[in-house]
């Protein structure tokens, strides 16, 4: 595998389920991100993981719920999810550090959630 | 508050030029990136630029007006392949990234 993966592509949950989305990056990268795609809306930036340590968590509702083992995986936890919550889940990495001039994020395919 | 526009919706014809506008209001200012979108697909990076001017690569270049705060994205020779969205993002002064909507760019033959 190469790049950043994530699994599954597609899950529909209803409102009381509980799941997990995963992403892996094999880049090397030692930093993760979680984003919300809503049509035709801006890329909302979840959380923010740096070196395995949460950085960012943008007021986001709790029913979310990130987990970072280490610097090539990252999990979200979903449970009692509202039907507004369905949207285009990405996972991205980067390596921010001295000498990365973009530092530019790398993106997985996402993961399209629709919550019944 | 800070604030990315860029159009909903351009379209284009197969072997033209169209030139994709960012505006930004950003609380500081540390780079421009442009991505691609095709749809059901991941983002993939295209250009950055934090100084003003012109970068080209290839079919695509990106110009910067830091001044203006202002950005466009230029592709040549359009291909059907180059229908897409594409995104337009600011990162601010605390090297978070501000991200626009997206422009759907549809190419007809």
């Known amino acids: 595998e190469t790049g950043v993966t994530q699994t599954p592509r597609h899950l529909v949950m209803g409102m009381t389920n509980k799941k997990s989305l995963k992403c892996e990056q094999h880049?090397?990268?030692?930093?993760m991100y979680w984003y919300k795609q809503s049509a035709k809306k801006p890329l909302e930036l979840m959380f923010v993981y740096s070196l395995e340590e949460r950085v960012e968590n943008n007021s986001v509702p709790s029913r979310f719920s990130p987990e970072c083992p280490n610097s090539s995986h990252l999990f979200l936890h979903l449970h009692t999810l509202q039907p507004e919550d369905s949207a285009l889940y990405l996972c991205?990495?980067?390596?921010?550090?001295?000498?990365?001039?973009?530092?530019?994020?790398?993106f997985g395919p996402g993961t399209r959630l629709t919550v019944l | 508050g800070q604030n990315i526009d860029q159009p909903t919706e351009m379209t284009a014809t197969e072997g033209a030029i169209v030139q994709i506008n960012c505006t930004y209001q950003?609380?500081?200012?540390?780079?421009l990136f442009w991505y691609q979108q095709h749809a059901g697909e991941a983002p993939t990076f295209l250009s950055y630029n934090v100084l003003d001017g012109l970068e080209e690569k290839g079919r695509f270049s990106s110009f910067l007006s830091r001044s203006k705060g202002y950005s466009y994205l230029l592709l040549k020779e359009l291909q059907m392949k180059d229908s897409a969205s594409y995104l337009c993002a600011v990162r601010d002064s605390n090297y978070q990234l501000i991200w626009g909507a997206g422009t759907k760019l549809i190419i007809k033959p």
């Open positions: 880049l090397g990268h030692n930093a």
């Open positions: 991205a990495s980067s390596s921010n550090g001295a000498g990365e001039p973009y530092n530019e994020q790398f």
């Open positions: 950003t609380s500081g200012f540390n780079g």
